[in-house]
Nanobody, 125 residues
Framework: QVQLVDSGGGLVQAGGSLRLTCAASGRTFSKYAMGWFRQAPGKEREFVAVISWSGGNTYYADSVKGRFTISRDNAKNTVYLQMNSLKPEDTAVYYC??????????????????WGQGTQVTVSS
């Protein structure tokens, strides 16, 4: 089992950058595929990015490709989401998710069994 704590959200102007952090507890972090989803007001939660347990494979939603980068540090039990060139439409609550032994495809489709509490990202125009 793993517990996830999201942080790093805030208010930023369009074109700016933020880095989200997801800190995980547990001794088997390196066995989890990790990802980020987001939910804007009045909309369903949507996939943003995922990374394999080794960090060797990543996959992004088309809407963030080229602007966001997901990475992980297994020694620190942490996954990051670097967000550049932010747009007002990126405004949402961002959630970290983890899936034990998931493929990146499965995690991107359904999310994992574990979720963080979410962190608010607001991009002003």
């Amino acid at each position: 089992q793993v517990q996830l704590v999201d942080s790093g959200g805030g208010l930023v102007q369009a074109g700016g950058s933020l880095r989200l952090t997801c800190a995980a507890s547990g001794r088997t972090f390196s066995k989890y595929a990790m990802g980020w989803f987001r939910q804007a007001p009045g909309k369903e939660r949507e996939f943003v990015a995922v990374i394999s347990w080794s960090g060797g494979n990543t996959y992004y939603a088309d809407s963030v490709k080229g602007r966001f980068t997901i990475s992980r540090d297994n020694a620190k039990n942490t996954v990051y989401l670097q967000m550049n060139s932010l747009k007002p439409e990126d405004t949402a609550v961002y959630y970290c998710t983890a899936g034990l032994s998931y493929t990146t495809g499965r995690l991107a489709t359904s999310g994992g069994a574990y979720w963080g509490q979410g962190t608010q990202v607001t991009v002003s125009s």
